[in-house]
Structures are given as structure tokens and as C-alpha cells.
């Protein structure tokens, strides 16, 4: 692979102060920073499995669809009976309705386009940078659990999951050293706030209240995530970070304070080519490295091959 320029090298996107790796991997790239995951880090990350314990790391398909407002209501699942047995398909499937992985085409940063500059005519005729790039391509390698949850509560400063906690760099390098782990180029960093078991912990009526709030505005949802500011997303590139997830759903702090960072997202996808996973599983997960100490693991992920696809289901294991 070629040199990777560290975050300060890379070009400005015009006069916005924000910078760009459009043409880091080459000119009309469609993968982004799923670049980092090459077969020599497939390999060893494969070296990592001891046990063969396959951990999921995937909601049911059907939770959460009290969570989110507009079209993420809930499929329909019809099932059709016959003599021979059953056949089934479903309606009003989202693909970011549950676990999921949003793709490239997700998110732009302002007018400057989508990821490698690209403008909605390409986009849409070209039907470029679809989530089946990466299915082609499989999000493979060497995953991290970064446990931000249990370090607080360690540190007797539990975090709340309805309350915004911006979590930058040096924080997320303090809970990999209290977890005697180092971050490597390459890694699929995994980040534990707690939230989703907050949330599954909730009735119905409360999930249901929550029903529409999730937008980055102020007034909106709260809850702890990774810090907006340009700085943390330097971190990221500069630790050449092939994907991140976690269990909360917009991977970053909500609400967005525009007034100290933006919405990390712009960076993230737009501006680095970086996959972003929200509302991951992470609790089985936590409770197992906890046991053995030991916060790596191959991860596999296997998005669906969908042609022009904006986002789709994570389909993912941690494999120990």
C-alpha cells in the first residue's frame, strides 16, 4: 500500500478549514478507508482466534423500530404457505433500521459532494459508491473493543446514558491502556457506551417516547458517543482506523453541538471514506473480553450486496 499522509497533509476542501482523502486510494476509489483492510491484516487477524467462540454482534432486525421517525417503522414479513413448505419476502425493509453500517453515499459535506467529490448526477446515475463495494470487498480484519462504559464506571464516574459525554482521542487512548491494549493501523474499532443496554432496558412506552427524537439538532436525543470536533477525526485517520461502530445510535455524541465540531458524519464519510456502525450489540461482547482480558478479536462483517445501497445491516461476529 502506498504512504498514508498523516491527517495534516491532507488536502483542504476549499476554504472550510476541513480536510479530505479523496485521493489517497487512487483517483474514482469506492471502498474509503475499507482500503486499510488488506489480505496480509486479514491474515494475521485470523491468527487471532484461540477458541473458535463466535460472539454476534447484530440486533434482531425488528429492534429497535420504536427508535427512529419517517420511513424506519418496521418491515412486514409475509410468509407464504404451500404443500412443498414456505416461502417468504418483506416490505418497508430499512436498511438502517437496526445493527447497521451506513455506506458512502450516506452522507455529504456541504457542496464540495459525497466522498471523492462526487455530485448527486454521479451518485445517483453512476450509481457510485454503493454499500456493495464494500460486500465485494467484505469489512474483515482485526476488531477492538474500546469499553468506554465499564472504564467509567471504574473510574466511579458511570456514564449516563441519557446525558451527552464527548469522547476524544486521548480519552479513547486511556481506555485502550486501562484495557492493556494498543490501537493498530488497520484495526475495526468497536466502542462500548453503554446505551443500547440503557435502552433495551426500557418499557415500551418508554422506548416509544423517544419515537422521532433522534436528529442533530439541539432539543433532540442525548446520549454518549465520540467527540465532533476535527481534532478526533484527525486521531482516527492518523491511527488509520479501517471502520468504526458502536452501540449508540449515531456513533458520535447527540445532540450535534455545531458550535464546537458539527456532526463528525461529514468527516467521517464525506471528507475520510470511513464506514460508520451504530446500534452494534456490543454487550455479549463486553461481558466476554471483560472475562479473559483480552479486547481483540477477527472480526467479519458481511454487508448486503446491494447494488447502489445507502446503508445496510451489519451482519457481524467477533470470532475469539
Given at each position: 500500500m502506498a504512504r498514508i499522509p498523516p491527517f495534516r497533509?491532507?488536502?483542504?476542501?476549499?476554504?472550510s478549514g476541513e480536510h479530505q482523502a479523496w485521493e489517497v486510494f487512487g483517483a474514482g476509489d469506492q471502498l474509503g478507508t475499507v482500503n486499510l483492510l488488506t489480505p496480509e491484516r486479514v491474515?494475521?487477524?485470523?491468527?487471532?482466534?484461540?477458541?473458535g467462540r463466535v460472539i454476534n454482534l447484530s440486533l434482531p432486525l425488528n429492534f429497535p423500530i420504536t427508535l427512529y421517525g419517517g420511513f424506519r417503522t418496521g418491515y412486514r414479513h409475509h410468509i407464504e404457505v404451500n404443500r412443498g413448505g414456505r416461502d417468504d419476502y418483506v416490505d418497508n425493509f430499512a436498511m438502517q433500521g437496526s445493527s447497521q453500517w451506513d455506506s458512502l453515499r450516506h452522507i455529504r459535506y456541504?457542496?464540495?459532494?459525497?466522498?471523492?467529490?462526487?455530485?448527486?448526477?454521479?451518485?445517483?446515475?453512476?450509481?457510485?459508491?454503493?454499500?456493495?463495494?464494500?460486500?465485494?470487498?467484505?469489512?474483515v480484519g482485526r476488531g477492538v473493543l474500546l469499553d468506554a462504559?465499564?472504564?467509567?464506571?471504574?473510574?466511579?464516574?458511570?456514564?449516563?446514558?441519557?446525558?451527552?459525554?464527548?469522547?476524544?482521542?486521548?480519552?479513547?487512548?486511556?481506555?485502550?491502556?486501562?484495557?492493556q491494549l494498543s490501537v493498530q493501523a488497520g484495526d475495526i474499532v468497536l466502542l462500548r457506551?453503554?446505551?443500547?443496554?440503557?435502552?433495551?432496558?426500557?418499557?415500551?412506552?418508554?422506548?416509544?417516547?423517544?419515537?422521532?427524537?433522534?436528529?442533530?439538532?439541539?432539543?433532540?436525543?442525548?446520549?454518549?458517543?465520540?467527540?465532533?470536533?476535527?481534532?478526533?477525526?484527525a486521531w482516527l485517520w492518523d491511527h488509520q482506523i479501517a471502520?468504526?461502530?458502536?452501540?449508540?445510535?449515531?456513533?458520535?455524541a447527540l445532540p450535534v453541538d455545531v458550535k464546537t465540531g458539527g456532526f463528525q458524519h461529514r468527516r467521517l464519510i464525506a471528507l475520510q471514506g470511513m464506514p460508520v456502525g451504530e446500534v452494534w450489540d456490543l454487550e455479549e461482547l463486553a461481558r466476554d473480553c471483560a472475562q479473559d482480558g483480552v479486547y481483540?478479536?477477527?472480526?467479519?462483517?458481511?454487508?448486503?450486496?446491494?447494488?447502489?445501497g445507502v446503508g445496510s445491516p451489519a451482519n457481524a461476529y467477533a470470532i475469539k
Amino acid at each position: 500500500m502506498a504512504r498514508i499522509p498523516p491527517f495534516r497533509e491532507l488536502p483542504q476542501v476549499g476554504h472550510s478549514g476541513e480536510h479530505q482523502a479523496w485521493e489517497v486510494f487512487g483517483a474514482g476509489d469506492q471502498l474509503g478507508t475499507v482500503n486499510l483492510l488488506t489480505p496480509e491484516r486479514v491474515k494475521q487477524a485470523a491468527g487471532l482466534v484461540r477458541t473458535g467462540r463466535v460472539i454476534n454482534l447484530s440486533l434482531p432486525l425488528n429492534f429497535p423500530i420504536t427508535l427512529y421517525g419517517g420511513f424506519r417503522t418496521g418491515y412486514r414479513h409475509h410468509i407464504e404457505v404451500n404443500r412443498g413448505g414456505r416461502d417468504d419476502y418483506v416490505d418497508n425493509f430499512a436498511m438502517q433500521g437496526s445493527s447497521q453500517w451506513d455506506s458512502l453515499r450516506h452522507i455529504r459535506y456541504r457542496e464540495f459532494g459525497y466522498y471523492g467529490g462526487r455530485q448527486d448526477e454521479q451518485v445517483d446515475d453512476k450509481a457510485e459508491l454503493g454499500i456493495e463495494h464494500w460486500a465485494r470487498h467484505g469489512i474483515v480484519g482485526r476488531g477492538v473493543l474500546l469499553d468506554a462504559a465499564r472504564y467509567m464506571e471504574h473510574q466511579g464516574s458511570p456514564l449516563d446514558a441519557t446525558q451527552r459525554f464527548a469522547m476524544d482521542g486521548p480519552f479513547l487512548e486511556r481506555v485502550a491502556q486501562a484495557q492493556q491494549l494498543s490501537v493498530q493501523a488497520g484495526d475495526i474499532v468497536l466502542l462500548r457506551t453503554g446505551w443500547l443496554a440503557w435502552y433495551g432496558g426500557l418499557d415500551e412506552a418508554g422506548r416509544e417516547a423517544l419515537r422521532g427524537t433522534l436528529h442533530p439538532g439541539e432539543g433532540g436525543m442525548a446520549c454518549p458517543g465520540l467527540d465532533a470536533a476535527q481534532e478526533t477525526a484527525a486521531w482516527l485517520w492518523d491511527h488509520q482506523i479501517a471502520a468504526m461502530a458502536a452501540d449508540n445510535v449515531a456513533l458520535e455524541a447527540l445532540p450535534v453541538d455545531v458550535k464546537t465540531g458539527g456532526f463528525q458524519h461529514r468527516r467521517l464519510i464525506a471528507l475520510q471514506g470511513m464506514p460508520v456502525g451504530e446500534v452494534w450489540d456490543l454487550e455479549e461482547l463486553a461481558r466476554d473480553c471483560a472475562q479473559d482480558g483480552v479486547y481483540e478479536f477477527f472480526l467479519v462483517s458481511v454487508p448486503l450486496n446491494l447494488p447502489g445501497g445507502v446503508g445496510s445491516p451489519a451482519n457481524a461476529y467477533a470470532i475469539k
